[in-house]
């Protein structure tokens, strides 16, 4: 669980904007690893926890997919969100996601990511790395990165060939479920859970 929670928290902060499939393996491992120096910046900056949350937000805003993320959590019930609700679903996902994975950056002071590799797949890029955590062996992760939004931004992170968009899936659906399918008091739980 370290590790993903680790490099979901990477994965959120990660992959800024790439040129519609002009990124070279080189550029890649220099913008993982720019990213992963921003991130030990924000652990480092001594700030409190809620502050690092903020943080984590703003930056997942930026480079996430968090609609395609959010929607695709949310599985087929996303189709029976009216726009208002839409509005407050992704805002209380996005919150989720902040807090659930901003909240543990304390603990992985000095991990790195390796970017081995990038491939074309289909309409989306891969990117392939490497994670080292403090004391422990390094483990396999891809990126998944689209422009079908408009923009370069990542869509889902592959961990150990455990989808973390998929593993969302699930817990979202949980969530749901628990609430009996009210679209309504799921989205007002979620937006205080993580």
């Known amino acids: 669980m370290k590790r993903r929670t680790f490099l979901a928290a990477v994965a959120a902060t990660s992959l800024t904007p790439i040129q519609a499939f002009a990124l070279t393996s080189a550029q890649a491992e220099v913008l993982v690893n720019k990213v992963v120096v921003d991130i030990n910046k924000v652990i480092a900056s001594g700030k409190s926890v809620p502050a690092m949350i903020k943080d984590f937000e703003r930056i997942f805003n930026r480079y996430g997919d968090v609609r395609v993320i959010a929607r695709s959590a949310l599985g087929a019930d996303a189709r029976r969100l009216n726009k ?16 659930k994975y901003g909240k543990r950056f304390n603990e992985f002071a000095g ?31 891809n990126f998944l990165v689209s422009d079908k939004s408009g923009k370069d931004l990542f869509f889902d992170m592959i961990i150990e060939g455990i989808s973390l968009r998929l593993t969302e899936k699930s817990e979202i659906g949980a969530m749901l479920d628990k609430r009996k399918g009210n679209l309504d008091a799921f989205i007002s739980d979620l937006s205080k859970a993580g």
């Open 111 to 141: 991990g790195r990511i390796e970017v081995t590799g990038a491939r074309k797949v289909k309409s989306f890029y891969e990117v392939k790395g490497t994670a080292h955590l403090r004391g422990e062996a390094p483990f396999a992760l």
């Open 84 to 99: 208002s609700q839409e509005r407050a679903y992704v805002s209380a996902f996005t919150g989720y996601i902040s807090r």
